[in-house]
């Protein structure tokens, strides 16, 4: 569906996508991930015809689009802030792109009322002024006016970045849904790892205008390709080479002492896993316990490793900070890294030699 090959953005002297080869899938929700300045909304906005990359070729369905203006390109833009006219209704809203198309009159309010429906926006509020619905209302207002021109692609540029966090739970999965209904390929850019993981097929996580890893969301997390994907999505604790030497001591695992090594907070626990046999208890002290409702965060320090995890409080041990525990995990959870490169140790060579 989508493909951008060889691209190459520059600003001036500054390169900030310096070789990227993108495929998005006819009707995938395709995510762009990563922290501010990694060159994100750069490669969205050159899929979008915003910028001219400087080398590179960009596909929409088999067709060069390198060149073509942003309105010939066939794709619809929702921006950070929404981006809607304050001083306009929302059905005049939605219509604008239809109006500088100069649809017909009658033709843009049937479509206006289709796609309002299909967004679930009422007529009582296609009549209102923008600034009287709620962030919800004006995020589905957006959307409409991008969709009403029926593109090939639907582009968002961190839509939910300006919301409180509970409002931003609530709207990933109603933007989700909206995905899902209208089946249409959407490109999406978050600095956020829970929306990327939570809405995404698929994710290419960027670094410094590079893409680290492309693959689905339980890719990116259980096998993260890199140590900076491990360190950017979700929480991890570093492992000392006396813990890995001790997981290796229990279990014969075979891990390497010289590579960089994590172990996802979830991995780790306060009691023996119900599958039992392969787990290696570590002995060691409590560090620390913070209490957040559903569950408890804890820190216990053993061979020379501060290790997080998380006890459920429907159940479990709870010891207090100063006692002694025992951390309990499986060696094939250990994430190890060249520490060179920083790429992955090879999963079926643990062992790998190293530099």
Known sequence: MI????????????????NLDLHVRPGEFFTLLGPSGCGKTTALRTLAGF??????????????????????RQVGMVFQNYALFPSMSVWENIAFGLRVRKENPAESD????????????????LAKNVAELSGGQQQRVAVARALVLRPKILLLDEPLSNLDAKLRHQ????LKDLQAMFGITTVYV???QDEALAMSDRVAVFNKGVVEQVGTPQEIYDHAATEFVCNFIGDSSTLTPEFVAEVNKQSGAGLSTD?????????????????GGAAVGLSGKVVSRTYHGLH???????????????VREDGGDHPEPGTETTVYLQPGHVLQYHPGTGAALREQDPAVALP
């Open 259 to 275: 590579a960089k090594s994590y172990l996802r907070v979830e991995k780790a626990s306060l009691d023996v896993p119900a599958d």
């Open 3 to 18: 493909r951008l090959d060889n691209i190459e953005v520059s600003f001036g002297d500054f390169t900030a996508i310096p």
């Open 296 to 310: 408890s965060r804890y820190v216990v320090r053993t061979h020379g490793a501060d290790i997080r995890l998380l």
């Open 171 to 174: 709207l990933r999965q109603q």
């Open 110 to 125: 049937r479509l206006v009322r289709d796609i309002a429906r299909r967004v679930e926006l009422s007529d009582e509020q």
């Open 190 to 192: 978050t600095h956020d």
């Open 51 to 72: 910028i001219q990359p400087a080398r590179g070729t960009v596909r929409v369905d088999g067709k060069d689009v390198t060149r073509l203006p942003s309105d010939k």
